[in-house]
C-alpha cells in the first residue's frame, strides 16, 4: 500500500473544519474516530480563552484532556 | 533548464531539456506515478482531456540537484497563460476541469494534492491541467487538501464576478495564490450574502479561519488528523462542481454595443479581412499569431485558417469570453482568447519576481494585428504614435496595422471630450516612423479615413 506523499500544501485548520462540516452529518457519523465532541469543546473554550485572556500567548499548549 | 516557477513541491521538478518538458520525481512520487498508471488512471486521465499527455522518459538524466527516482515527459502546449488572462467561462472550465480530475482520482483510489489555478493550460480553447504530479494516493479515507486553495484559486474569484459583478482579473493580476476568502467575505455584503455558496465556503469558512487563528497547537494537531470516507470527499467535490457549473458572469461589457455601433460599410470590412488573409499568407513564419483588440474576433478567426496558434486579446473581459465561446462551437482547436491590456500586459511576478514569466517573455508571436486599435491608444490614451510603432515592431516580426485617421467618425467619438493637445497623429507620421525601423510590405487604402499596412520588422 503506498502512503500519501508529505502533502507541502498545509490544508489549513480552518479549511479542514469547513469540510468536516460539509461532509454533513453522515460524513460525520462515518468518522466516528473523529472525536469531533473534543474538537468542538476546544473550539469553544479557545473562543472563550480568547475572550478572557487577550495577552495570552496563542502557541501555549493546551492543557491535557 | 530548471523551470524558475516549480519550487514548491520538492518530490517533482519541472526542467527543459532542448524542446522537451521534463519532471524529475523523487522516489516517493515515482511511486505514486508508478501506481497511477498502472491502475489505468492516467490513460483515463488523458483520454478524458483533463491531462495534458505525458509519458515516462526512460532516456533522460536529470541534472544536479533534480530529483531521479523517475522522469516523466509531457506534450508542451504552445500558449502558457495565467487566471489572470482568463475569461469568466474560462476559468469556470479550468475550475471543472479540476474537479473532474479529482473525482476520476477518487474513484481509484487518488486524489489531486493542491487545486492551483496555475495548474491548468489551454489548449486552444480547451483547458489541461499539466502538472502530472499532483497526483497523490488517498485510499480510503482521507481529506481534500487541496479544498482551500481551490476556493481561493477558483471559486473566490468566479463568486466576485458572479455575485458582485467585479471582473476578477484585476484581482488576480500578478497574485500567484487566488482571491483570500476573508476578502470575498468582505466585499459580499447585503444581498450578495444569501447566493448558493456563500454562507458555507465564504462565509462559515470566513468565521472558521478566523477562530482557528487562536487555536492551541495540539488542538490544530488533533482536526489535522480528521479524515473522511472517499465518498464524503466525492460527495463535497460533486457539490462544489454544480455550485461553479451555475454560476454566471455580472461583469459589465461593453463591446456586444460597441460591435453593433461600428460605422463600418460591409464593402470596407471585406476589404480588411482580405488585407488580412493576403497578408498572413505572405508571412515569413506560420507559427504564432495575436490578434491586438481581437473584439468578436471577426480576423483572429482568420489568422487561425493560417497559423499554427492564433491568440486574441482584449482587455474587455465580455468580449474575450464571446470569442472563446464562438471558438469553442467553431472547433478552432488551436485559436486561445486571453485577457489583456495592451497598455499594461501581465509583467513578471511571483517568488524574487520570476515565478512567473511576463506576457511578452512567454509570447513571441511572428504576426501581430493591429486593427482599429491605432486611435484608442493614440487619441484615446494620449499614447505618442511613435511610442506605438515602437512596441508594435518590439512585439513581433511582421505586423498588419489598420491607421484610423483623426477626422474618422469613431476616432472622433474617442477624442470628443478631449481638451489637451495631442502628440502628433497623422497618416504621414505614422508612415514614417513604420518606414524608418522596417519595411512596409504592403499599403491599402480601404475608406477615405482608414489605411492597412503590412510591415515587417528589419
Redo the contacts between chains.
Sequence with gaps: ?????????D?????????????GT??IA??G???MN??KR??AR??AA?QTEHSEE?????PAE | MIESGSFRDPTARVFYRDDRILRGLASDAAQIDKAARATGLMDRLVSNGLFVENWIADDVIPPEGIPSAAVIESKRIPVVSYPSEWSFSMLKDAALVTLDANLLCLESGFILKDASAFNVLFQGTKPTIIDITSIDAFGKRGIWTAYGQFCDHFLAPLMLEAYAGIPFQRMLHSKTDGVPIGDLNRLLRGRSGVHKGVPTHVRLRSLIERRAAGMATQARRDIGQASLPAAAIAGTIRKMRKLIARLETAAPSTWADYEEALPYEAQSVDAKAEFVQSAAIAAGSHQMAVDVGANAGRFTQILSEHFDHVIGIDNDTGAVDALYATAAASGLGNLTPLVIDITNPTPSFGWRGTERASFTTRVHPSMATWLAVLHHLCLGLGLPLEEVVALMYEFSDEAVVEFVAAEDPMAQRISASRKSELAPYTRDLFEEYAASAGTIVARLEVSSTRTMYHLRRS
Design positions: 500500500m503506498i502512503k500519501p506523499s508529505f502533502a507541502y500544501l490544508p489549513g485548520t480552518g479549511a479542514t473544519i469547513v469540510q468536516l462540516a460539509l461532509a453522515a460524513g462515518a468518522a474516530k473523529l472525536r473534543k474538537i476546544r473550539l479557545d473562543a480568547e496563542l502557541e501555549e499548549p493546551a
